[in-house]
């Protein structure tokens, strides 16, 4: 997903007033901006979150390791926001952060459910998935760091070749440092 598509689907999200937007946006924005997989961030619970520290804890991710994630400050507000809202001063550590009706995890299906009425509410048409999000998140990062294996590490990967799939150079960086030879 192209930045500006990104930007189009999250600020329709934003300003819609769907009962769910609010859920979806905290959701969509998470997946987005850390670059979690769709299955880390099912499973996680507001325990899991440190807003204090800016951190996400993933008790359990691919391999079965735990890892943190940082927690931009755009981030941080818009879960700060949500969490205020869904929790209402209730500690509620062990409740999942994203949930369907009831108390009850928003299962990856779900996630993926919303993900397409959104595309298709703000005009996306071309066919994309939730881990296009890790895609985007892991290429605008590279774009703002030219640093592979710090993608690398945010992403999670153990092997930076791994990173190259996700990192995706646009070919005019590549004709524009050829012509600077």
């Given at each position: ?104 995890p ?30 985007t ?45």
């Open positions: 997903m192209a930045r500006g598509e990104l930007r189009r689907f999250l600020s329709g999200i934003e300003r819609s007033v769907h009962p769910l937007a609010r859920r979806d946006h905290a959701l969509f924005s998470t997946l987005a901006y850390t670059g979690v997989r769709l299955s880390e961030i099912t499973r996680s619970v507001w325990g899991d979150l440190d807003l204090r520290h800016r951190r996400l804890l993933l008790p359990s991710v691919k391999g079965g390791r735990a890892e943190t994630r940082h927690v931009s400050r755009r981030l941080l507000q818009i879960l700060a926001d949500y969490s205020l809202r869904v929790r209402n001063g209730v500690r509620a550590d062990l409740l999942p952060m994203f949930a369907s009706s009831g108390y009850r928003l299962s990856p299906r779900g996630v993926q459910y919303r993900f397409g009425f959104w595309l298709t509410r703000s005009g996306i048409r071309r066919r994309l998935s939730v881990h296009s999000l890790r895609h998140f892991a290429t605008l990062l590279y774009r703002a760091t030219r640093d592979l294996l710090l993608v690398s590490r945010a992403l999670g990967h153990r092997d930076v070749r791994t990173t190259q799939r996700y990192a995706h150079i646009e070919d005019r960086l590549l004709v524009r440092a050829v012509n600077r030879l």
